[in-house]
């Protein structure tokens, strides 16, 4: 029989059964996290392969079983590629499904929560902000409508998704060859370019699309920030804020941008901060945590450093001011 090999197998990280050893091992090229396995813990068998290309790198990451990972943040734009199996992922407001046929994209900041089911390897890929900040101003300097990346799942089995899949398993098989391409600093800069160049192609709109969300009237717009305003307490994700006045998600977040100079869950995230900020002064709150929990907030600690930024001060001193 054939030797089944795994993708980026000559840049080995660790293969283990240890857990402690697994979360190490990621946390130290990815993110601080933590690990649980859900059950069959003795089938846990953790492999991490990795490889890097300057300001991106690509991993290779299966647990053997299922598993759930949990992290406070990420500081970079997190790419996943289901070989196999289902990734469930909540990042911030926003819950999605990433598959074999589904890609899924978070940004950085977010709180993020991933279920990964038994079966599913995956490919992910690590992407600074400041790489992508920089390839997003060529795109849209060249006219193309790109989305807010987070909680966004992209088709890659059509169109341009599917060639920038190709293209990421064309990169992966050169970072195999030690006299590859990527070997040359002049073309591994070249290469990672194309990747995340090929990513934001992916994800942007077409001209339909984008013809579509260029006439998003403000009003619209003004009645979604309504919606926001008077539910900001409840789970409210982009598609729900969307569907709730028809519009597409693109469309929905096209319009913020235009008329708000906002994105649809950062308007999410203000409007609670103020909700909070008038129950701790108002004295209808008795701590920080029950001002939290009624305006939705889950996340104690962005919700300080997010307060803080709006605010000028913790949430906690607002209280001890007005009591």
């Known amino acids: 029989m054939a030797r089944v090999s795994t993708p980026l197998g000559s840049h080995g990280v660790l293969r ?5 050893d ?19 813990s003795e089938r846990f068998r953790a492999l991490h392969n990795a490889a890097e290309l300057h300001r991106l790198s690509f991993h290779y990451i299966d647990y053997g079983t299922e598993v759930e990972v949990s992290a406070d943040r990420l500081d970079f734009h997190l790419i996943q590629i289901p070989l196999g199996g289902l990734s469930h992922i909540v990042a911030g407001a926003e819950s999605f499904t990433a598959t074999a046929r589904r890609a899924a994209i978070t940004a950085p900041g977010e709180p993020v929560r991933m ?7 995956r490919l992910m890929v690590r992407i600074t902000p400041d790489l992508l900040r920089e390839r997003l101003d060529v795109a849209t300097a060249g006219g193309l409508v ?16 599917r060639s920038w899949r190709g293209l990421v398993d064309t990169v992966l098989t050169d ?18 370019l194309a990747v995340v160049d090929g990513l934001i192609v992916s994800l942007a709109a077409t001209p339909e699309e984008a013809v579509a969300e260029r006439a998003a009237p403000d009003r619209v717009i003004r009645r979604a920030a309504r919606l926001i305003e008077e539910h900001c ?6 598609l729900d804020i969307a569907e709730a006045v028809g519009l597409s998600i693109r469309a929905l977040q096209a319009g913020f941008k235009a008329h708000l100079d906002t994105t649809p869950m950062a308007y999410v995230r203000q409007a609670r901060l103020e909700r909070v900020r008038q129950s701790l002064s108002d004295g209808s709150v ?7 929990s009624k305006w939705g907030i889950a ?11 709006a605010f000028g001060e913790t949430p906690s001193e607002t209280l001890q001011r007005n009591r």
């Open 299 to 309: 996340h104690l600690g962005r919700l300080s450093g997010d307060y803080r930024a």
């Open 233 to 238: 307490a409840e789970p409210l994700g982009t």
């Open 286 to 292: 008795q701590s920080v945590t029950e001002a939290a």
């Open 16 to 20: 283990t059964t240890n857990i402690d």
């Open 146 to 161: 790109v989305p807010e990346q987070s909680g966004t799942t992209f088709d890659i089995t059509r169109g341009a998704g």
């Open 22 to 40: 697994a979360r190490a091992s990621v946390a130290a090229s990815l993110a601080p996290h933590e690990l649980t396995p859900m059950r069959e």
């Open 175 to 192: 970072l195999e060859r030690e006299d590859g391409l990527a070997a040359s600093p002049l073309a591994a800069a070249a290469l990672q």
């Open 115 to 121: 279920r990964y089911s038994a079966g599913n390897p």
